[in-house]
């Protein structure tokens, strides 16, 4: 049994709902993130509203270095720098909360 104090909580909308949508970064290691993304739904719920998991994503500095072409030889030239690590979680993050509304 672990136990895990290097959390954050963000929360994200999207450019068609001004909801918000709870996300709980778990920082596993240094390679490795887990977040937990929580909705409270209220769509004909009297309070107390129900909170639901609505995702639970994985995010590894491979598929971050895969995502953005780091490591190796550089083949082309950017013109955009890659975000950090941290940045490229909150990314997945919006991307998410994006493909809720859809």
């Known amino acids: 049994m672990m136990n895990y104090d290097n959390i954050s909580t963000y ?4 450019s068609s ?29 009297a309070p107390p509203n129900v909170v639901v998991e609505v995702g639970n994503l994985v995010i590894t500095k491979e598929q971050y270095s895969k995502d953005y072409g780091l490591g190796g030889r550089q083949t082309s030239i950017r013109d955009r ?4 690590f941290g940045g490229y979680v909150l990314e ?3 991307e ?5 509304d859809n």
């Open 11 to 14: 929360y994200f909308d999207s």
């Open 17 to 45: 709902n001004a909801r918000l949508v709870r996300y709980d970064v778990v920082k596993i290691n240094e390679d490795k993130i887990i977040v937990k993304a929580f909705d409270q739904q209220q769509k004909d719920i």
């Open 81 to 84: 720098m890659a975000p950090s």
């Open 92 to 94: 997945k993050c919006q």
């Open 96 to 100: 998410h909360r994006n493909l809720l």
